[in-house]
């Protein structure tokens, strides 16, 4: 009987491990989901003989509010050349933009992902306008129109924002009962009498 009792425990300890194990894992990639950018306009990385207007698309609707969405574009001579804020449509965030010497542009940029956490990063394009093109470059401005400085930028713009330390945090709890889950399975089959 105490065989049967033994097997029934390290059976239970087993089940607690798993839903335990799939609960770490499912926290952990809801927590890890904020939005991230699915396309630019201009692309990021390359070159465009004219814009109106920057484009940033991400994965899911953006939550608006006063403030917290940032597009600036700061051009080879360090000036910027974002003309309005932001303006948010679904997914995408869009800032009028007039571009002024021809070079490298950064674009800067700030949103709160539709899961309420901030993602911000940067990306770059080259601005090379036609040789024909008789418009006259913009002026730019010596500060950003929206926001007083520059937005803190991720590592690498381009991809998913990275993983909050509350993921890391809970991750670490999620192990921490599924130790513990296994040594009370294995401290129950120990603890048993064996049979005769």
Same mark, same amino acid.
Do not use: M, N, Q
């Given at each position: 009987m105490s065989g049967v009792r033994a097997r029934r425990g390290l059976r239970l300890g087993l089940v607690g491990t798993v839903v335990a194990l799939a609960g770490v894992l499912t926290f952990a990639s809801s927590a890890s989901a904020h939005d991230s950018i699915v396309s630019t306009d201009p692309a990021a990385n390359g070159t465009t003989t004219g814009v109106s207007a920057v484009t940033i698309s991400f994965s899911g609707d953006l939550i608006g509010g006063e403030g917290a969405e940032i597009i600036q574009v700061k051009g080879p001579d360090g000036r910027y050349y974002e003309t309005a804020c932001p303006a948010l449509s679904g997914t995408d965030m869009t800032s009028p933009v007039a571009l002024g010497p021809s070079g490298t542009y950064e674009v800067?940029?700030?949103?709160?992902?539709?899961?309420?956490?901030?993602?911000?990063?940067? *990306?770059?394009?080259? *601005?090379? !306008?036609?040789?024909?093109?008789?418009?006259? !470059?913009?002026?730019?401005?010596?500060? !950003?129109?929206?926001?007083?400085?520059? !937005?803190?930028?991720?590592?690498?713009?381009?991809?998913?924002?990275?993983?909050?330390?509350?993921?890391?945090?809970?991750?670490?709890?999620?192990?921490?009962?599924?130790?513990?889950?296994a040594i009370g399975a294995w401290l129950i089959v120990r603890r048993s009498p064996k049979q005769k």
């Open positions: 800067e940029w700030r949103a709160v992902s539709s899961d309420g956490h901030p993602v911000s990063g940067s *990306y770059v394009f080259t *601005y090379a !306008p036609d040789a024909a093109a008789t418009a006259t !470059p913009a002026a730019g401005s010596a500060k !950003p129109v929206c926001g007083d400085a520059a !937005p803190t930028a991720a590592p690498d713009s381009a991809a998913p924002a990275s993983i909050d330390p509350g993921v890391w945090a809970g991750l670490g709890i999620g192990l921490i009962v599924i130790a513990l889950a």
